[in-house]
């Protein structure tokens, strides 16, 4: 394993055009093979940092830098991040009329055979008779939540940022989601999974806790989710901002 | 006058553009004003003239007859300029079912007026499709100008879809009004456009429901870019009791073009119920930004939307 992390997020701001920050100075990073997760509650900027890494025009950082395999690709567009392996399972993934859900994930391998795409479905738990059926109005939310992990299954990419993948009218079960993380992990990919559930939390590697756009803590994915249980108050902590619990304190 | 050439290119696009005319099928082949090539099956009459600028038909679908195959009606003409008018009276007669495929085949007009006037009736318990698909060339301006009116008898189904997609549109104005006057009736028509250049759309779908309990759709998906203009009018009326219907349009704009959606819904019943919804616009970003984290450009994102919308 390298020394040079798959991701580096360093010292990164977003800044809306009122002012409001959304991210305010967060340094992240995801080994290779990791799974790395964002805690937060409602509104703490999580989904912002998964836009901010896959490079959404609207999420452009004000300063710092992101780099992906040692390579600086802040001012890249979501295509080249995507290209370079990058991708990124929405938590409210969009409808698509006229696409089938297996031309849809063939967009994520174009050679994927027909039992490769039965596969992934499988693999999500969703039978083979929605390979033909539109990614439209056809599939409720939690159907395509589903599916875009489906997506990231075929697809194999070197990070897969996963925004909330266990929210939805359709739950996935914990098991689920931590089969997947094992799955992706096998293929060779890292995972960014942003969470507010504790339990997910828990089957990372490492974890972050993102409060009002600031990381208040880093460390242990059982020290970060206590906290995060125990009433979480970060930001009315000074001594907790920008704290980093080491592996030694647990 | 042999008219072998045009038979055969007419029938070749027709195939290329997805949808081929096999001998055995019923049939009527025209070009200009001439009817290359007619052929009844059972169940089917079919009563064909040519006249000035087109021809006049009718069709009937006997009482009861289930045709397994579409109606083929071909109209098109390889010329640069001219006037083709088409008259035609469709008529399904007690509990039959029938699809009627409609090509209108124009691949080098440059000026040229395709005019239909059509009568559709669709008996008790019968249920028709109506498929008319388009092919113009990349260059002209065709006027295209189709005018509709169908009456839908109780337990009926009326299925309508208009494709105008494959090269320029001209200047189009579809007219479609539908009348669902029987119980249980119902009306669904969609309409798919694709303006390009200075292409003018108008597509107009008028659904009334006097039937008790019946039901109707109008639907329609533009995509308008460069300097076209697209304006979709869809009405559905509700005038009974239980009767339920929904307009749905969907224009995307690119470049200079320009689009106005006008859904009308209106009650006449206090025992109807119509809805609406219209997106009108540019594509939404998080669609496209969806399609980008998977390695798509955006114009390749654009591109699969549009011919998913348009499908």
Known sequence: MTDTPLLQVDEVTVTRENGKKLLDQVSLRVGHGEVTGVLGRNGAGKTTLAYTVMGLPSYRPNSGRIFFEGKDIT????TDRSRLGITLAWQYPARYEGITVAEYLRLSRKDATRRELEEALDFIQMEPFYLDRFVDKALSGGERKRLELASIYLMRPKLAILDEPDSGVDLLALGDVIKLFKKLIDFGSSV???THRDDIASACDRAYL???GKVM???QPVAVKQYFMSLCSPCSDPLLAGGVISNESQ | MNLSNEYMSL?????KAGEPIRTDDAHVIVHANNIIAAKDIPGLEIDAEETEFGIRASFTVKAGAILKKPVHLC???????GKQVIESRIVLEEGAKAKFYSHCIFPNAVKFLHAMEGDIVVGKGADMTYEEVHVHGPEGK????????VVVDEKGRYVSNFSLIEGRVGILSLDVEVDVVGRLGIAEITSKVYGKYDDICNVKDTIRLSGEKSSGLAKARVVLKDNSFGKFFGEVQGAADGAKGHVDCTEIVQGNAKAE???VVSVVHPGAEITHEAAIGRIANEKLWGLMAKGLTENEAIDVIVSGLLR
């Open chain 2, 261 to 263: 959606a006008v859904p």
């Open chain 1, 210 to 212: 993102l409060c009002n």
């Open chain 2, 75 to 81: 109209f098109g003409h390889l010329g640069k300029e």
């Open chain 2, 142 to 149: 065709i006027e295209v100008r189709p005018l509709t009116r």
């Open chain 1, 75 to 78: 001012n890249l567009s979501i």
């Open chain 1, 192 to 194: 960014l999974v942003i």
């Open chain 1, 217 to 219: 803590l880093e460390g």
């Open chain 2, 11 to 15: 029938i070749e696009i027709a195939e």
